[in-house]
């Protein structure tokens, strides 16, 4: 059974850091290329960044380029995403997702976290 599991969230006042993790099993994680979405409430779920299979690609929303870094501990299972420079309008619930090929296109994910709420106060 496939698992993705995201951790890290809550709430940061602007200008400030968090890291996200995501934890992955029941699947090969360096198999598999790893993207972050966010939902924001009322908003539809939209691309954060990507990292290729074996992290040396990564791809970024122009939204966070510059602030937000993705990578991953193929040993570890495990999927990253440092936040920095946190804005208000970052507040949403993110997710990890998973799948063999590179795709912004949420609908072509294979596999989906739960999320985790990221809440940056003005």
């Known amino acids: 059974q496939v698992q993705l599991v995201e951790s890290g969230g809550g709430l940061v006042q602007a200008g400030g850091s968090l890291k996200l993790s995501c934890a992955a099993s029941g699947v090969t994680f360096s198999a598999y290329a790893m993207t972050w979405f966010r939902q924001a409430p009322g908003k539809e779920r939209e691309f954060v960044g990507h990292?290729?299979?074996?992290?040396?690609?990564?791809n970024y929303a122009d939204s966070v380029k510059g602030r937000f870094t993705i990578s991953r501990d193929n040993v570890k299972n495990t999927l990253y995403l440092q936040m920095n420079s946190l804005k208000p309008e970052d507040t949403a619930n993110y997710y990890c997702a998973a799948n063999t090929y590179y795709t912004t296109q949420a609908s072509a994910m294979a596999y989906w976290g739960k999320g985790t709420l990221v809440t940056v106060s003005s």
């Open positions: 990292i290729n299979s074996g992290g040396g690609w990564t």
